[in-house]
Every structure is written in C-alpha cells, then in structure tokens.
C-alpha cells in the first residue's frame, strides 16, 4: 500500500510578488536585523537552505537576518524560544515537519502548541530524501540493502538523528513496507548521525540529500536510492527507492517559516511576500535544487491547512509502526 508523507498541494509563487510593496508601506518593517532560530544543528537540511533563503531576503529587505542554531531535546528548547519571544517579527522559527507535526505525536507533554502559539508564515521547500551508505559499503542499491537484512535480521544498524527523527521515520516506513528487522542508533541530531555513518559506525540511514550532499560529493557516503516517485535531474545515475524493489515507496519532509503567536498580520504578509519573492529567483532556486530541495512557497492559511493534515498523518504512522520518543 503506498504511503505518501508529503504535502498533497503546493501552492504556486505567482501572484505573490506584488504583496511586498503594499506590506512595506503598511508597517515600515523592519528596521533592524531579524533572527532566524532553527532548533536544528548547523549543516542540517533546513540550515542550509535557511541560510540561502535569508540571504537573499536580507539582499531584498535592506536588513540582514541572524541565524541561530539550538540544537538539542529534538528540537524542543528552540522552538519554544520562538514560542515565547515578542510577537513583534525579529524573532521567527525554521521548522521542520519533524518539530512541527511529528513531536507532538511522540511527547506526552509539550512545552508549546504548533496550532496556538505560532503564527505560520509559508513553506518554503521540501527536502528531498535519500538512501546512503558508507563509501566502502557493499550495497550498491536499496534492493542490496533489504537483501542483506533479510539474511540477517537485527544485525544491520541504521543511524538517525534521534527517536522520532525524519531520518527514523523514514526507516521505520521503509523496513514496515519491506518486512525487515534492522535495529535504530539514535543520534543527537541529523549531521551527526551522517558522520557516523561516514565512520561506519552504522551501515545505512535516510537522509535529506542536502544535509549529506557535501559528504556524498566528497565521496565519504554514498546516495543509493531516492526516495522521489522519479529520478531527480540533479542526480540522474541514482534510482528510485520504488524502482529498486519496493513499490510505491516515498518519503520527503518539509521546512516552513514561522512567527510567534500574535504577530500582526501585515508583517507575516511582509515576510511571506518577501520569502516568495526570494524563491521566484532564479539563483536561489538553482542553489535550493542543488542541494537536494524543492522550491515551494505557501501562503499561511495553506500552510496551516497542510500542518493539520500532516499531524493526523504522522499520527497514525507513529502508532501503527509503534515508535516512541524513549
């Protein structure tokens, strides 16, 4: 049975560009550097491609954008920063779907709503994902890897970067579908866990192709399977999961901007003109693509229209597949 974990509709960018001015006019906004907190490691997908977003958007809105990565308790001490900061636009969130629609499945107890205590601004893409393997690994394709799990059921570790992960989703779905045993190594985070397998500390992991798009051009993993309904152009010599012996699978996770709770309107207008202006360039969307990405682009009723529906999504995947936060 296929499974998809990803937007259903995406909204297109034209039209959005003449919301700008106007929103400029109304607040004056801004007038000082904005910070950007990402509860995510530096070199993570959604910091990559933060820090290409923003630089343009400062280019555009004569102020520059601070980046601050908090790492750590899967993202929950960041994003409650932004939850509880002034609602004034110089402080905003860059969020996964990991923080945004998987750890309230997974947490008892949340310090913060994402429905009540942010206001949300847009998508702005999606991570595309991937199947990697050491550089000296024997699996060539991911048809090699459900082979060799198979064999030896529970002894092929994989990594993520911590329980309730993207990346342990991903492989949750993927072992369900495949009827695998394989055992999960957490770590603190999505870099670290792809430089654990750089080290063979595990032997495979999904990963959003731009937080190991350094590594695989630098020939310490190698990209075995994506896991798009088609090739991606970008990296065209790669299969799909779903063509390499497991049907209809696929798996992509997302990156939105978000405001606290209470943020004026006209702002979020500003910010969300101002991103889709951004992701109409040319050069920034050929940087995004390079890396792994999909320029999107929402507005924020759409955006929080595909929050509830992702919620229930993950809710039932989290318990039909029995994963925990412990």
């Known amino acids: 049975m ?3 974990l990803s937007f259903a509709r995406m909204a297109c960018l034209a039209g959005f560009l003449a919301l700008g001015a106007s929103s400029f ?11 950007l907190i990402i509860p995510l490691a530096a070199g993570s ?26 790492a750590g308790a899967a993202g929950l001490i960041g994003t409650e920063r932004v939850a509880k900061a002034a609602p004034d636009g110089y402080t905003l969130g860059g969020f996964n ?3 945004m629609t998987m750890l309230p499945n997974l947490q008892a107890k949340m310090p913060w709503d994402i429905l009540k205590d942010f206001e949300p601004v847009s998508l702005v893409a999606t991570v595309e994902w991937g199947l990697v393997v050491g550089a000296d690994s024997p699996y060539r394709s991911a048809a090699d890897l459900m082979a060799a799990a198979r064999k030896a059921p529970g002894q092929i570790n994989y990594g993520s970067g911590g329980n309730g992960s993207p990346q342990h989703m991903a492989m949750a779905l993927f072992a369900s579908q495949a009827g695998l045993s394989m055992t999960h190594v957490p770590y603190k985070g999505a870099t670290q866990a792809a430089v654990g397998l750089a080290g063979n500390e595990v032997q495979a992991e999904f990963q959003g192709i731009a937080t190991v798009n350094s590594l695989v ?11 798009t309904a088609k090739r991606m152009p970008q990296f065209a010599d790669v299969p799909t999961v779903s063509d390499s012996g497991l049907p209809g699978f696929e798996f992509n996770s997302w990156f939105a901007l978000m405001a606290p709770a ?11 003109a101002e991103m889709s202006k951004a992701l ?9 693509t ?16 595909a929050m509830r529906a992702q919620l229930q999504r993950y809710g039932e995947l989290i318990k039909s597949a029995g994963i925990t936060a412990d």
């Open 2 to 4: 296929k499974r998809r």
């Open 25 to 35: 006019a109304q607040t004056g906004y801004p007038v000082k550097p904005i910070k």
């Open 45 to 70: 997908a959604v910091d990559n491609a933060a820090r290409i977003l923003t630089q343009k958007m400062g280019q555009n809105m004569g102020q520059s954008f601070v980046i601050e990565n908090q």
């Open 97 to 99: 779907d990991s923080i």
């Open 217 to 227: 051009k630098a020939g310490k993993l190698k990209l075995i399977g994506v896991t």
């Open 262 to 272: 209470g943020t004026p309107k006209a702002i979020v207008q500003t910010l969300y």
């Open 280 to 288: 109409a360039d040319p050069e920034t969307r050929d940087k995004l």
């Open 290 to 305: 390079a890396l792994g990405l999909t320029p999107r682009g929402s507005t924020p009723d759409e955006l929080a229209k």
